[in-house]
């Protein structure tokens, strides 16, 4: 599991620090525009926009928004590794999660997946992860999760 963490995490941290090689001290600065009136970012700023890119499910490099943009890269590198290290349980569940859900889908015969594909397809994830919460002995709460899951990744 710790190598299945240490990958997904070595993932999330190249999207978020993209693959630039040069540093903000190199590139030209421009003069300050006194009729322009331009927010001031700090490094919280650029923070709360990488919470809420993972937040969002999509985790990406936004070290050239202007929130990040005036960090020297060392210091994102630095708050994006937070972030990630901050959601590190949720990571490491869903992982766990994702390992079971594959284990089920792999162990269902193919003409079942069609059909819970189908399904998927034609009622949504909503309903279907209700049906399988009904279903189930002891419901874990993620059914819905599970289904969403197994539509964008398996069917």
Known sequence: ????????????LLALTGC????????????PSPAASTPEYTAADCRALLER????????DV?????????????YIELASSVIAGHKD??????????AWDQAWDATPTEQQEVVCDRLI???????????ADAAAEPSGDEADMAAYFLDEKC
Do not use: F, W
Not at 20 to 31: E, I, L, N, Q, V
């Open 1 to 12: 599991m710790n190598r299945t963490t240490a990958a997904m995490t070595a993932g999330i």
């Open 20 to 31: 630039t090689s040069s540093s903000d001290d190199a590139k030209p600065k421009a003069a």
């Open 53 to 60: 890119s993972y937040e969002a499910d999509a985790p990406s």
């Open 63 to 75: 070290s050239a928004h202007p929130e990040c943009a005036h960090l020297p890269h060392d210091q």
């Open 90 to 99: 949720d990571i490491i569940n869903d992982a766990s999660n994702e390992i």
């Open 122 to 132: 034609t009622d949504g994830t909503d309903i279907v992860g209700q049906e399988l």
